[in-house]
């Protein structure tokens, strides 16, 4: 069959080929020399079983069926199957279009193959789906390992009649008999047949002690006896037993499956106003921007340290969580998107911290939609799994933000998967996590599990915090995004919030910002004053503190009072007024230098204050002059201990000139961030370069001479990728061969072989010219040819 399913990838039309693979990339990862190569390896195990996890549940199903088939299927007779088990679900109509769908989508990824009149699954799929639809081995693999003797008793318990073949011929061949086996089910109790029908639908395999005991139709004393007494059910074990495949169907009275539905689950929720779900998301859009905007604000000034294990310390994402006034799962999920976005990353001369990149500076001044664009397309994108951190693997350690176990191959597919079941909804449906669940079920049916769930539900509440979904319905913007279409940012623009460039100052020495602040006037206000409360407005409150903090950069009073009244709706209030150039009078009396330090102060009293202070005396101050105070300190420590005492002091250069202590934006060179490739497959251009160079090596390919016996007396010679499809097809039907093989000194040897199987670079086969088992390495045939 190998051979008819090359030939029939060969007759596709280019752009067939180029549909199959954009559907299976890795059947071009690198591109085959020829068709050949591309039939091979389109069968084996590996890429099939990646093309059946993308099959959904009905398309699955139909391959199933036509895997069970004998033979060659008509669609016909394969919609007559598949009937039987969606009755009461979808109509005629509905059955032959979603049968016709799945039929193309099975030969477009190749498979299955063959015309409408007869359908047959491509070599290897049946045994990459074995079992298939939850039935049984074949009786011939449960009998496989009795002995004729024991089959010789079974088959005269349950009175088989005499025919030519083996044992387990014979008995395979009265199980593939219906009116054999309901005259066997007739024969066993009410409680065996009951045992029979829930293997029949569940698991059709079983754990039973002592599985191999004899037993006898007559002397059975159990319902599972009775069973293995008549080749109901065998033994394939010491302790396990399994339910023959012919009996299973005979049970399930020809139905493959027990219930199915040609269309996907609908999805259930409730109904909200879509544009109220689209402001929603874009304020939770909006506010993950200027988060990440602060986080790497503050950690360009104070990052936090990386652990020897990599990723972020507990107790420094507590700390992040609250100056982000976030829960911290949340701000564990914000911190690991402006990683995967690239940033920030770890850097540090000597010691390793998690520092911004270069690269944030260039996302600093885009656009708000921009911004955001760039931070959901990595979170949809990344391999990690921000929803475990604060759990513990496998060995009992703690899962850190940023650590590197966070990764987890399946996670960007599943995120997009899901993403996708959103988009689909109708306009203003928030659809149940239950519901999405069901739906990725049937979409996806081999890849279901607890573990998948788990990373469906943490991509639901993450695409809310984020502004994907708001109020749990698909926003408009987050379908651009998903759709990538490059319409995300402008369907976003209209709805984010003006920054405003003004605030309303209050006499109870507070601020409120009406709405988001322009960057340089948040950062400015962000230095003059300390967050309050956050909300649908920004409380800043005035403090002495924060007078200083602005004085120490550089800024004077009457630089702070000038930017209130340029930006304030409001007269400055007098309370405010007063409190910065109280601050400001005091602010630089007292300045410290290098002695190691020195105190400097017009006033003596003050310095005499000073020196009277009990908390001095650690300082080891001592009078130099009437207004100068000198210490074995350093300057800083100095100036921290004086402001510690209730001070304000400023430090000087050793010219007298005021110094200004501004922190230092500090910033690291991140690693290239990593891009998920999109489920598209390939490129268009990639895809028809890889069919054409295909089909140029296969016209090349199908020019050599092909495998024949040799002239005068020559060993056989062959391509190796030849000789590899001839010994398969040999194994599959049982022929002898003719090959061509080079012993231990490198002289050719023909020799007549039956194969038997090829692993791990050998061939094991029955070699007719020295009547013995042989194994033989791949590499020294020479060729292949058939034996005449």
Request: proline share 7%; hydrophobic share 40%; net charge neutral.
């Amino acid at each position: 069959m190998s051979t008819e399913f090359t030939e029939w990838l060969r007759g596709r039309t280019d752009e067939q080929l180029r549909a199959l693979v954009t559907a299976r990339p890795e059947l071009i990862t690198p591109v085959p020399a020829h068709i050949e190569g591309l039939a091979s390896r389109a069968g084996t195990p590996s890429a099939i079983g990646r093309a059946l996890d993308r099959l959904d549940r009905f398309t699955l199903a139909v391959l199933e069926t036509l895997t069970l088939q004998p033979g060659p299927v008509t669609r016909t007779a394969l919609r007559s199957l598949l009937s039987k088990a969606t009755a009461g679900t979808a109509g005629r109509k509905q059955l032959d279009e979603a049968l016709g769908t799945a039929v193309e989508r099975l030969r477009d990824t190749g498979l299955a193959f063959g015309r409408d009149n007869a359908l047959r699954p491509a070599p290897g799929v049946a045994e990459a789906l074995d079992p298939p639809a939850g039935l049984g081995p074949l009786a011939a693999d449960v009998f496989r390992h009795h002995s004729p003797e024991e089959l010789e008793t079974l088959l005269g318990d349950i009175g088989a009649p005499e025919s030519p073949g083996s044992p387990r011929e014979r008995l395979t061949e009265l199980l593939g008999d219906p009116a054999a086996v309901g005259r066997l089910l007739d024969e066993v109790s009410p409680q065996a047949r009951a045992a029979l029908d829930e293997l029949a639908w569940g698991p059709p395999s079983g754990r039973l002690p002592n599985a191999r005991r004899e037993v006898r139709a007559a002397t059975a004393q159990s319902p599972i006896e009775e069973l293995l007494a008549r080749g109901l059910l065998g033994a394939t074990g010491e302790e396990s037993v399994a339910l023959p495949r012919e009996v299973g169907l005979f049970l399930r009275e020809g139905r493959v499956h027990r219930d199915l539905s040609p269309a996907p689950p609908e999805l259930e929720g409730a109904t909200r106003d879509q544009a109220l779900a689209d402001r929603t998301a874009a304020g939770q859009a909006f506010t993950l921007v200027r988060t990440v905007e602060e986080l790497c604000e503050r950690w360009s000034v104070d990052p936090p340290g990386v652990l020897r294990t990599g990723g972020l310390a507990i107790r420094d994402l507590k700390r992040t969580a609250q100056l982000l006034d976030l829960p911290e799962w949340a701000a564990g999920l914000v911190v690991e998107i402006a990683f995967a976005a690239g940033l920030i990353a770890a850097g540090g001369s000597v010691d390793e911290e998690w520092l911004p990149t270069a690269a944030y500076d260039g996302w600093r001044v885009k656009s708000a939609d921009d911004q955001w664009v760039l931070l959901a397309s990595a979170w949809a994108g990344m391999d990690r799994v921000p929803g475990l951190i604060g759990e513990r693997d496998d060995r009992d350690r703690p899962l850190n933000a940023l650590h590197p176990d966070l990764r987890r191959p399946p996670a960007a597919q599943v995120r997009t998967q899901t993403l996708s079941v959103l988009a689909s909804t109708p306009l203003g449906l928030a659809p149940s996590a239950a519901s999405v669940l069901a739906r990725l079920a049937w979409e996806r049916p081999r890849r279901r599990g607890a573990y998948r769930d788990r990373l469906a539900e943490f991509t639901l509440r993450e695409a809310e915090q984020i502004g994907l979904t708001g109020l749990g319905v698909m926003s408009d913007h987050g379908r651009g995004l998903v759709r990538g279409d490059g319409t995300a940012a402008g369907l976003l623009a209209p709805l984010l919030p003006e920054p405003v460039d003004h605030v309303l100052l209050q006499a109870d020495l507070t601020a409120v910002a009406p709405g988001p602040l322009t960057s340089d006037l948040g950062r400015w206000i962000a230095l003059a004053a300390d967050v309050e409360s956050k909300g649908g407005a920004t409380v800043y409150r005035f403090g002495e503190h924060s007078i200083r903090r602005a004085l120490d950069s550089g800024h004077s009073a009457d630089d702070l009072l000038a930017i209130l009244e340029r930006h304030s709706t409001t007269p400055v209030p007098q309370p405010l007024r007063y409190l910065i150039t109280d601050v400001a009078r005091r602010h630089g009396r007292i300045r410290v230098g290098t002695a190691s330090a020195y105190v400097r102060c017009d006033d003596p009293s003050v310095l005499d204050e000073v020196i009277a202070d009990k908390r001095s005396a650690l300082l080891r101050l001592r009078r130099l002059a009437p207004t100068v105070l000198a210490s074995k300190t350093s300057r800083a420590t100095l100036l921290d201990s004086l402001r510690a005492m209730g001070y304000a002091p400023v430090a000087e250069s050793l010219e007298g000139d005021l110094l200004v202590s501004r922190a230092e934006s500090r910033r690291t060179e991140g690693p290239p961030v990593a891009r998920t490739p999109g489920p598209s497959g390939p490129e268009p251009d990639v895809a028809a370069a890889a069919v054409r160079a295909m089909r140029a090596g296969d016209e090349a390919h199908r020019k050599r001479r092909r495998p024949s016996r040799g002239q005068d007396g020559q060993v056989p010679r062959s391509s190796s990728t030849t000789t590899i499809h001839a010994l398969q097809e040999a194994i599959r039907q049982g022929s002898r061969v003719w090959i061509g093989y080079l012993d231990a000194q490198g002289h050719a040897t023909s020799r007549i072989l039956e194969p038997a199987r090829m692993e791990g670079g050998y061939l094991t086969a029955y070699d007719e010219t020295r009547a013995a088992v042989h194994r033989f390495a791949l590499h020294r045939i020479t060729g292949i040819a058939d034996v005449s």
